[in-house]
């Protein structure tokens, strides 16, 4: 994962490299593709934002962004609840809670005590950062007890976990997250190899068939009973179809944080002791805000650009509640 990477290289660099990371993670999902019609995805171009600025880092600005990020979140309409949950439901999320489980053990590049404090001096106002330290203890110990539960030691080697995909072999051979997952998967390659190179463009060019067909069955399998981690899932596994050339539509390839804030919408567990919560907190150090939702706009969204993507947002969550039918299709030649 590139946040995962980057806070890495800001345990062993220092503060120079955290300066370098704050802005990354300022741009990393901010959806340039995006564009200025609320009404019409299929207008949205890839030129219609500009690029980002770097994310504040003294005190009062920080604090400012939070609370803007704060207010976008209250604005929000809320998931409907359900007290009914048919055995489909159950059994999607007695496996999504094995997927967390799974994830909760997974490695991470976690800054020591010293460097998180930096970190979220940099980025949280001063009245959150009693609260951003309790919330990472709650998130490490979740882990922790979580791993336990399932027998898994905390933060294995990768050859131990089997890496990200690890996570999706535990599901069903013909489930449809795990197929697509492993289809959009990037192994590692000899580029200097023009015979390995000859043989990835030939694959590419076998997937690109399949790549909306395994997208959209991914897609209704997880609004059945939405999450944050398939969500991801689906977001991720689209940006990588659409960096191999794959004509997905706006938004695909635009980063995950407009699709975990989606499924929030659509009524995942987004909680503050939700795991989703203790995962973001715990592997990327968003901790310190009043919800998921607060973590996820003030990391990835750039703070000029709220009001357009939370547009966006709307429009995703339109199509998923309508069914999510045409998610996926490119935009007509044009914008038209």
Known sequence: MKRRAMVGLLVLVGSLCLLGWLYVRATDDSLGGLGRSPTSPSAMDESDLAPTDARPTEPTQSGDRVAVARQKAAERPKANDS????????????????????????????????????????????????????????????????????????????????????????????????????????????????????????????????????????????LREPSVLEF???????GRFQRRRGRLGTFAGNGSALWRLAACDLGADCGPNSPAAHLICYHEQLCGYGSLEEALIDAYWPLMQIDQLQAARQQLVERLRAGGHGVFDPAPPGGG
């Open 232 to 238: 991801q899932a689906i977001a991720e596994a689209a």
């Open 83 to 222: 007290s009914s949950v048919s055995p489909l439901q159950a059994q999607r999320a007695q496996a999504q809670a094995h997927l967390h489980a799974l994830m909760a053990c997974q490695p991470t590049a976690v800054p020591d005590a010293r460097d998180r404090e930096q970190l979220w001096r940099m980025t949280l106002p001063p009245d959150a950062l009693e609260d951003a330290a309790e919330k990472f203890a709650a998130a490490e110990a979740w882990a922790r007890q979580t791993c336990a539960q399932s027998s898994m030691p905390l933060s294995p080697t990768p050859e131990e976990s089997g890496g990200i995909m690890g996570l999706w072999s535990e599901l069903s051979p013909d489930d449809p997250v795990r197929r697509l997952w492993e289809a959009s998967a990037e192994t590692e390659m000899d580029y200097s190899n023009p015979r390995a190179l000859q043989a990835r463009n030939e694959q590419t060019q076998a997937l690109i068939p399949m790549m909306r067909p395994l997208l959209e069955q991914a897609l209704a399998e997880a």
